[in-house]
């Protein structure tokens, strides 16, 4: 399965930075997934979950109230 970089950052601290295999984040048009090689996009955050799905199967989740994304050659940021 093929990966991309994904870093989460609140102001004051890393929230995660590493390797993903897709990332469902809560766009206020709707809820996206975003996959290896998606195109470059920029879309706000809405109060939602941020699912991050890794390439071992494991699953993290964290809980947002606002945000802005960027999917950028395979590494997407979030900042919450």
Do not use: W, Y
Not at 1 to 30: E, H, N, Y
Not at 48 to 53: A, E, H, N, S, V
């Amino acid at each position: 399965m093929k990966t991309f970089q994904l870093t989460i950052a609140r102001v004051d601290m890393p929230v995660f930075d590493g390797p993903v295999a897709s990332v469902t984040v809560p766009g206020t048009a709707g809820e996206m997934t975003i996959l290896a090689g998606h195109v470059p996009i920029v879309s706000p955050l809405r109060a939602g979950i941020i699912l991050i799905k890794k390439d071992n199967g494991e699953e993290e989740s964290i809980d947002v109230e606002s945000g802005t994304m960027e999917m950028s050659q395979d590494h997407l940021t979030i900042l919450i």
